[in-house]
């Protein structure tokens, strides 16, 4: 089972490729579920509010805690099988926070901002799914 490559290994070193440390993407994570969950917080209740919302907490924060799951992997393999659940909360994460920002006004550069972070950290996260699979 081979981890090293062109960028390192991913779990030993401690780092993704190109410049993040896990940390820093941890880090990075949690500030990503802390964002939505300040924004949820501002937004109306109503119906469609609620049911959105609820959803896009228990997605964007478990994004960050598959990405710290990840980061224990026993296998590659199992790196990777737990990067993919990151990518899957990942997108869903995103898809709420676009259908919320079109049903709710006033927030519309918070919610571009939250959404900019989801496609950056799933840009991250496919990029290192790629790269371990191509290193194995």
């Known amino acids: 089972m081979k981890r090293e490559g062109r960028y390192g290994n991913f779990i030993n070193s401690k780092k993704i490729p190109s410049v993040m440390s896990i940390e ?3 880090s990075r994570f949690k500030s990503f579920a802390i964002e939505v969950g300040s924004l949820i917080q501002k937004l109306p209740k109503n ?3 609620n049911a959105y919302c609820n959803q896009l907490v228990r997605c964007s924060s478990s994004s960050a ?3 710290r799951a990840a980061c224990r ?4 393999p199992d790196f990777i099988n737990k990067l993919k659940i990151v990518e899957e909360e990942l997108d869903e994460s995103i898809f ?11 927030h519309e550069e918070t919610f571009k901002k939250n959404i900019r972070e989801g496609n950056e950290l799933l840009a991250i996260i496919v990029q290192s799914i790629k790269t371990t699979r191509s290193n194995q």
């Open 47 to 49: 119906g469609i509010n």
């Open 73 to 76: 992997g026993k296998s590659t």
């Open 24 to 26: 820093d993407l941890k």
């Open 96 to 106: 709420f926070l676009e259908l919320l920002d079109n049903f709710n006004t006033g």
């Open 65 to 67: 805690a598959n990405y």
